[in-house]
């Protein structure tokens, strides 16, 4: 999914790059109508649309009336946040002020009312022509995806609650069976067996006292297998933090080439870790893409990950300059399911909740140390 989207950007790029020459070269012959540049916006599945600085809907094409209701002139008689849902339109003026600014738009989601009165997720790739006062974008309807991604994330919270309260029954029936076990081992402890003549008493009593042993045995060997069973691990292997690094960077090298992201690697003090190596592929691609999606407007992500091995203590600690939590009002909230802390659409409140279970799950340990607009720092340390 990963090389599709990069794919998908850099072909919307293109295009618009593509409409742009064709659209000037029209402006410039004065040319009314905009025979080249008509099969573009005709025939395109997607949404696409010319907009000035000022907010209006210069062009639109056919696909994005059809999917908002309104007709071509109730588009561009009003401005463009209109159509905007009001709960978006704070981040999106946000954006489209940085597109004034001449700096292309990559990857932003927002949601649009239907002139019906649905909600629309769009996925937009927008660059400006600042000679022009002009704005070309590509806009790819993403509702139904967006809807799939919400039910996913009420089955993981479902699913997570579920297993959670499994797990607590668990421990608290082995709890409460230990009790009364060791009650009755205490009992017989107390039993007297001088002062029973009788042989078949006699016998009767060892065979509850083996009983019972055999349950307390049976009790623990089976708390254990649980711990064992409930810490994942499986596919462990040594796994090389530089090469499980450079291969996120590689499948995400578009998004931090346009977020213009700078890496302070030292990874001298600790090469490897046996640790499972999807999950910490997972860790690495969660942390990055947090960086880049919670750094300070206009500062561009500074991402340090430094590992050290010290009185047998494995550590990696990753830091960045981004926007920062507060830990004194969400500190308790921040490795929970469902949790976002700025706002920012394309948060699920996912990611830290993945890498804390991928963390403790294999042993290990996760501590955060945050200020807002100073960035953040997590500090891992892995199971010996």
Known sequence: M?????????????????????????????NPTNL?????????????????????????????????????????????????YHEDRQLTASHRQRLKDNVPLINFENRYVCKSGDLVWLHWTSTPMENERLIYAIAKDITHKKKLEADRISHLGELSEA???????????????RSPLNNLLSLMDLIDLTKIDDEETLELIRYIRLSAEGLNTSLNSFVDTFKENDISRKNLEE???????????NSIGTLIQNAEAKF????????????????????????????????????????????????????????????GIDLEKVGHLIFNLNQKFHDNEDSKGVGLYLIYNYITGLGG????????????????????
């Open 264 to 323: 302070h690697l030292d990874f001298s003090g600790l090469e490897s870790v046996r640790f499972n190596k999807a999950y910490m592929e997972s860790i690495f691609l969660n942390f990055i893409t947090n960086s880049i999606k919670y750094a300070r407007p206009n500062v561009a992500p500074s991402i340090s990950i430094v590992t050290e091995q010290r009185d047998g203590v494995q550590t990696l600690t990753y830091s960045d300059n981004g926007l």
């Open 36 to 84: 080249q540049l008509d099969p573009f916006f005709d025939l395109s599945k997607d949404c696409l649309c010319i907009a000035d600085y000022e907010g209006y809907f210069v062009k639109i094409n056919p696909a994005f009336i059809a999917l908002l209701g309104y007709s071509e002139e109730e588009l561009k008689s009003r401005l463009i946040s209109d159509f905007i």
């Open 2 to 30: 990963v090389v599709f989207q990069i794919d998908y950007n850099t072909f919307n790029l293109l295009f618009i790059q593509k409409v742009e020459r064709t659209y000037h070269m029209e402006v410039k012959q004065l």
């Open 163 to 177: 297993n959670d309260k499994l797990k607590q029954l668990n421990y608290t029936t082995s709890h409460d069976l």
């Open 239 to 249: 796994v090389d933090f530089k090469a499980s690094l450079q291969k996120v960077r």
């Open 365 to 384: 340990t996760i501590e955060v140390d945050s200020k807002v607009n100073e960035g953040t720092t997590f500090t891992i340390q892995f199971k010996a």
